[in-house]
């Protein structure tokens, strides 16, 4: 079983960057697809962005599309995610997942569909 460590949390400000990363340990992470979901207070853990085994297709939910990138380096073992013109909506726990699936999945943005999580960073956007 993969094991997920998120880093690069923070406090910003509306319309500032930041770029998470997840360092994922374990011989299965080239071989799922992996995602990022968040939680704010109150609120359901909601998907945020995956990207596929293989040829690297990414998915967006529509709050993020244009804002947020997604990508995955399998030499090193990571996932990162820029976010730029960030909001105070996107304030929340932010958590990699590795998925079950590997290039595609109808049910990519169901929490369902991911089995390994991480303990989560705390994002933090200041209006």
């Known amino acids: 079983q993969v094991q997920l460590v998120e880093s690069g949390g923070g406090l910003v400000q509306a319309g500032g960057s930041l770029r998470l990363s997840c360092a994922a340990s374990g011989r299965t992470f080239s071989s799922y697809a992996m995602g990022w979901f968040r939680q704010a207070p109150g609120k359901e853990r909601e998907f945020v962005a995956a990207?596929?085994?293989?040829?690297?297709?990414?998915y967006y939910a529509d709050s993020v599309k244009g804002r947020f990138t997604i990508s995955r380096d399998n030499a090193k073992n990571t996932v990162p995610l820029q976010m730029n013109s960030l909001k105070p909506e996107d304030t929340a726990v932010y958590y990699c997942?590795?998925?079950?699936?590997?290039?595609?999945?109808?049910?990519?943005?169901?929490?369902?569909?991911?089995?390994?999580w991480g303990q989560g960073t705390q994002v933090t956007v200041s209006s």
């Open positions: 997942a590795q998925a079950t699936w590997r290039r595609s999945s109808s049910d990519y943005e169901d929490r369902s569909a991911y089995n390994s």
């Open positions: 990207v596929s085994w293989g040829d690297g297709t990414t």
